[in-house]
């Protein structure tokens, strides 16, 4: 009963020590997954839990949404910004051609929402439904400054993305819908849509964006004082992560876990528990030195537990 005992508590140990050396990926693909988001439960942040999937044959990352899975092109840290493609909407090779196309929408229980750098083309238009009309120049710049019609003189319409053709059979507009429910409600009454997010390249202006297709959604990065801490390097550079069970906060490390920083905390963690599997035996010793001999009876007299 004595080894057995010793044996759970140096196998519970083991196993808390080992489990969080190496369960957080930092990369599906060539995409480098950080703080916030993770593709493994209990890392990053409570807040982007299950929103990431990693496949592990393509090693494809996609973003899970209320209406669909998308593929992440990449993510931006510095500027906090995911970019996700659609693949029901428009592209220029479908030509004149349009497929049925469903509406994107976000979760609003996390800290993500569609970037303001995202402009909709919209085609074949029901003029009954929706109010199609040319806006002045400044709207291109300053969308929320103007109505709720769809640019039918767009530039993105006069000069569609990537493609050396213009719809002439086809109507089309630009606009830019503040929430998932204003484009479903755009989509029921239109054929189809494309997204178009503005990518900032770096040059002068107003040469420093260029409009590509895709979805841009925006996200917040939760700082935390303990988060902080916890990826210190001079505090033994963990990860930050969270308990599964009541999403309180974790500091995850090589050695096991912390609800602060590594350094320092996991050596006595270690040692607190040797201390007590010898403080454990020293006991179970002195008690069997004194207990009577009875030939395996177990009563109240003798009994330990």
Not at 87 to 101: A, H, I, Q, V, Y
Request: charged share 20%; hydrophobic share 30%; proline share 5%.
């Amino acid at each position: 009963m004595l080894l057995l005992f010793t044996q759970l508590l140096l196998s519970l140990l083991i196993v808390t020590t080992k489990s969080q050396s190496s369960i957080c990926r930092t990369s599906c693909g060539n995409i480098s997954i950080k703080y916030p988001f993770s593709i493994d439960d209990g890392c990053g942040s409570p807040y982007y839990r299950h929103i990431l999937a990693c496949s592990d044959s393509e090693k494809k990352l996609e973003l899970r949404t209320p209406s669909g899975r998308y593929e992440v092109r990449n993510i931006t840290y510095a500027d906090p910004h995911i970019v996700v493609t659609d693949p029901f909407m428009w592209k220029c090779s479908d030509g004149e051609n349009f497929r049925l196309t469903r509406p994107f929408s976000l979760d609003t229980s996390t800290k993500l929402k569609l970037s303001t750098q995202n402009e909709y083309m919209f085609f074949n238009c029901s003029e009954k439904h929706v109010i199609i009309q040319p806006k002045p120049m400044f709207c291109e710049h300053f969308p929320e400054h103007c109505d709720s019609s769809c640019d039918s003189a767009s530039y993105l319409c006069r000069h569609i993305p990537e493609c050396s053709f213009s719809l002439t059979s086809v109507s089309c507009c630009s606009y830019y819908p503040k929430a998932s429910e204003s484009l479903r409600l755009m989509l029921k009454y239109c054929t189809s849509y494309a997204s178009v997010y503005w990518r900032d390249v770096g040059f002068p202006q107003p040469y420093d964006q260029v409009p590509e297709y895709g979805i841009r959604v925006d996200f917040d990065i939760p700082v935390t004082t303990s988060c902080l801490q916890c990826q210190d390097e001079l505090k033994g550079g963990g990860t930050c992560g969270f308990d599964t069970v009541t999403q309180s906060f974790v500091c995850l490390c090589k050695d096991g876990n912390s609800t602060t920083h590594c350094k320092g905390t996991v050596t006595a963690f270690s040692a607190a528990g040797a201390f007590g599997i010898g403080a454990g035996i020293w006991y179970l010793k002195k008690l069997r030195a004194k207990a009577p001999v009875t030939c395996g009876v177990q009563s109240n007299d003798n009994r330990l537990f």
